[in-house]
C-alpha cells in the first residue's frame, strides 16, 4: 500500500528520538498549518510520543505543534532539518515519525502505537528499537472471588518506617540506583530535575480567591515531582521546597479551607498532603507535625468521608478568614451548602469515578497515618472501604471502566498509589493489582485509542484524549506490555502542571513500559465487556470501528447503549459529542433528583448519540448491555453487543453487529439485527464533522480532503438523509449548530417483524458486502 510504502522510506531515512534538543544554529523558517496560517519560526526539538514539534519564534516564544498539522511541504522540511539535528547521538530510543496525509485536521496527540507487527496481519508501525521483555506470568483474580478487603485489612502490617507511601527506603534506593544504568531514565531524571528548578523559583500553592478550587491536581504534581527528587537525586533543597509546599497546603491563612463542598479538589488534596506528609516528615517539628496531622484529619478526611456517607460536611472542615467560610457557593441555592456531591449507594447505584477516587485518597491518608493518628486513620478506612472494594470490581470482566476511558484512568491513578503503598508499607497490596479488570485494563486502553490517537469518549467524558498516560506505565509493570511503549523522553514541566506527568513514569518506571512490545490482536471483544474494537491495523490511515454496550443506570451514562466511533484514513468519521455543560438544566445529578431530567438533554438522550432510535429514547434507564461475542482473524475482526433490554418495549433480540474486514481493500460494517414487536419507524445515527451528501442507499462524506463511502446494503427500503442537531435547549447548553456537526441518518419507516440494517463504510468507493445476519458471523 502506498501509506506502508511512504512510511517505510519515511522510517529508513529519518529517526526521531522521543524527545531531543537542537544541535544545530537556529535556522528560521516559515511554518504554514493546514488552515493557512503561518508562523516563522526555527525547530528546537520533535517530542515522538506527543506526535509533536517544539517551535521557537525569533522573539523566543515557544509553541508545540501537532505533526498531523503540518502541510506536506513542511512535513519534509521537518524530516531533513531533524535528520540533521540528530547528527548529534541521541539519548533516547528511536521512534520513525509517523506519514501524515495532507489536509489532516488538527488532532489530539496520539499515544505512541504498538511498534511491532501484530498477530493477525497488522502492519509495522515503527522501528523497534528495544523490546520489551516477555510479559510475567500472572495469576489473574477473578472478580467473582475476590473478596473486599475490611479496615483491618488495609491497616495491619503496616511498618512504622517512612517513607511508605508508594515507595519505601528500598524501594526509593532501587529506583535511584537504575538513573545511572538506564539512559533514558537518567533523561527523564534531568526533565525532572529543570522541572524542579522551575518549581524552586515558583511561591508555594495558595488557597485560590473565589469558589472554583483547582489546587489540589496542582499540588499533587509538587509533593511528586519534590518527592521523587528528594528520594532520587539527594539534595537537600528538594526536602526543604517539599516541607515549605507542605506547611503551606496546611495553614490556616494561605488554606483557610480545602473548598470541602468540591469533592475532586478535596480528594487531591488530600493525596498530596499525605505523600508530602510521609516523605517530608524529617522536616518537621513536633509542633508542626500536630498541625498539618489535624488540618488534614478536619479539612480533608472528614469532608470526604462526609461525602462518601452522603452526610452533611462538618463544620471544623469549614474554614474562617475574614468572616467567610469556605463551603458558600453563589452559584448554589442556600439548601445545598455544605452538602456532599454524591451518595455512592443510591439504590442498586455502583461508586463511580469521584468516589473511588476519594475513598483511595482515604486510604492513602490512613496508612499514612496509622501509627501517629490510628484514630483517624481507623474513620478514614471505615468509610473508604464500604466503597472500595465494591467499586474496583467495576473493571471485570474486561479492564474497561463503565464510565469510559478517562474516568477509568482517574481511578486507576489512585488504585496505582494505593496498591504501591500497600505493597511499600506492609508487603502487600491485598490482590488489588492482579484483580480481573485492572490487568486488562492496559490492553483495553490500547485497543481503545484510535489511529488518529483519539479514545473511545462515550458518555460523559470531557474530551477524546488520554489524560493520565502514566498509569500504563504502571501497568506494564504488573502484566507486562501488551503492545505499546509507555514511556519515552519529554522536556521540562512547567510549574502550573497538575497531576504526576512525566513524574508517574519515572516513580513507576519499568524495563516493560520503556521497551516496545507486540499486540496479540488488532481487536479487543471480551465476553461480559462492555466495549469491542476492531481496526485494519496500526498506522495513522488505518480503519477502526469501537462500539458500547454499558449500564444506562449509571450516574454519568447517557443513553447510549450501542454508540460507536469509527475512523479511516487519518479522519474520525463517527465521532461521539461528549457530555453536556455543566450548567445546562436538569444536567448534574444530585442525591435525590429526577434523573429523568438529564434525558431531557440532546446530548445526554438516546438523539444525541450514534446508536438506534426506536420510538425515541432507549426506554429502559436501568438497561445492561455487553459484548456477546467476538473474533480475530487475519482476514477481519468483528464482534457482536447484545442491546436487547435497552429496546424491550419496541423491540427483541436487538444485536448490533461490528466487522473491520481487512486486506487490500479494507471496510467496515455497522449491522443491526432485530425484531419489531409492532409496526415502528427505526432511525440510525452517527454524528459526524463531515459534510454529508446523501443520495437514496449511498451516502458520501467528506473530510480533511478525504471521501468515506457509506453504503446502505440492506434493508432495501431504507434511505439515508442529512441533519443537524437541534438548536441548544438553553443559554447554558452546548451549541452543536455552531460547532458545524452533521447527523447522518438511515431510516427504515412502517418496520415490522425481523429487521436487518446493514451498512458498509470505505474510503472512496462502495465495497463489495452482501449482508449475514450478525448470528451467523461466527461459527459454531
Known sequence: MKTASRFLSLASVCLFAASASAQLAEEFHTWTNTSGK??????????????TLKIKTKDGREFDVAIANLSPADFEYAKGRYAAMQAAPAA???????????????????????????????????????????????????????KAPSTNDYLSGIAKVRPRLIHNAAGW????????????????????????EDLLLDPELTRINGETGGEGPKAVYRMGLLGALHFCDGDLKWQDKGTKELIALTDKVTFRDWHPDLMDNLTDLVVATSLGYDWFRAGLNAEQAAVVRTFLAEKGIGALIAHLEGEEIPESAKGTSGGQTGTKSKA???????????????????????????????????????????????????????????????????????????????????????????????????????????????????????PTGQTFNFGDSKGAVSTRPWVSTWLSGIAGN?????????????????????????????????????ADSMDYAQPGGFVATSRSGWEKTDYFVAVKGGENEDTTAQLDIGSFVLEAGGQRWGI?????????????????????????????NTLGQNTLVIDGNQQELDAKAAVLLGASTPERGLAVVDMTKAYSKPAKDVHRGIMVVRGSKPYIVVQDDLIM?????????????????????????????????????????ATFSAGVPPEPASEQSRDLVKANIHVLKASVDGAKGPQSLCITFALDEAPAHTATPVATWVKK
Not at 503561518?38 to 506526535?51: G, Q, R
Open 332 to 450: 448554589a441555592p442556600p439548601k445545598a451548602q455544605g452538602k456532599p456531591q454524591a451518595k455512592p449507594d443510591v439504590g442498586k447505584l455502583l461508586p463511580d469515578s469521584k468516589q473511588m477516587a476519594a475513598a483511595s485518597a482515604l486510604l492513602l491518608s490512613a496508612i499514612c497515618l496509622s501509627d501517629e493518628d490510628p484514630s483517624i486513620a481507623k474513620k478514614a478506612a471505615d468509610a473508604a472501604a464500604k466503597v472500595f472494594g465494591k467499586g474496583i470490581v467495576r473493571f471485570a470482566p474486561a479492564g474497561v471502566w463503565p464510565e469510559g476511558l478517562q474516568a477509568g484512568e482517574t481511578v486507576m491513578d489512585y488504585v496505582a498509589m494505593l496498591s504501591e503503598s500497600l505493597k511499600a508499607a506492609s508487603g502487600r497490596d491485598l490482590n488489588i493489582s492482579l484483580l480481573e479488570g485492572i490487568p486488562q485494563f492496559n490492553t483495553a486502553r490500547m485497543h481503545m485509542m484510535g
Open 576 to 604: 461521539e459529542l461528549g457530555a453536556e455543560m455543566d450548567k445546562a438544566p436538569g444536567f448534574e445529578v444530585k442525591p435525590g433528583a429526577d434523573r429523568t431530567k438529564r434525558f431531557a438533554l440532546y446530548l445526554e
Open 173 to 196: 534506593a532501587a529506583l535511584k540506583g537504575q538513573i545511572a544504568a538506564d539512559p533514558v531514565l537518567a533523561k527523564i531524571m534531568e526533565a525532572m530535575k529543570a522541572s524542579g
Open 677 to 717: 414487536k409492532n409496526t415502528g419507524n427505526i432511525t440510525w445515527s452517527m454524528h459526524t464533522m463531515a459534510e454529508i451528501t446523501p443520495n437514496g442507499t449511498s451516502a458520501k462524506l467528506t473530510l480533511g480532503g478525504k471521501t468515506l463511502v457509506a453504503t446502505i446494503v440492506s434493508p432495501a427500503s
Open 92 to 146: 533516547a530510543p528511536a521512534v520513525a515519525m509517523p506519514a501524515t496525509p495532507a489536509g489532516t485536521p488538527p488532532a489530539a496527540p496520539p499515544a505512541t502505537p504498538p511498534t511491532a507487527a501484530p498477530k493477525g496481519g497488522a502492519k509495522t508501525a515503527a522501528v523497534v528499537k528495544k523490546p520489551a521483555p516477555p510479559r510475567p506470568a500472572i495469576a489473574v483474580v477473578p472478580a467473582a472471588k475476590f
Open 482 to 518: 501488551p503492545g505499546l511503549r509507555a514511556v519515552a523522553v519529554a522536556g521540562k514541566q512547567p510549574v502550573t502542571s497538575a497531576y504526576f506527568g512525566q513524574v508517574g513514569n519515572f516513580i513507576y518506571y519499568n524495563p516493560h513500559a520503556a521497551g516496545d512490545g507486540t
Open 38 to 51: 503561518t508562523v516563522e519560526a526555527t525547530l528546537i526539538s520533535v517530542d515522538a510520543v506527543a506526535k
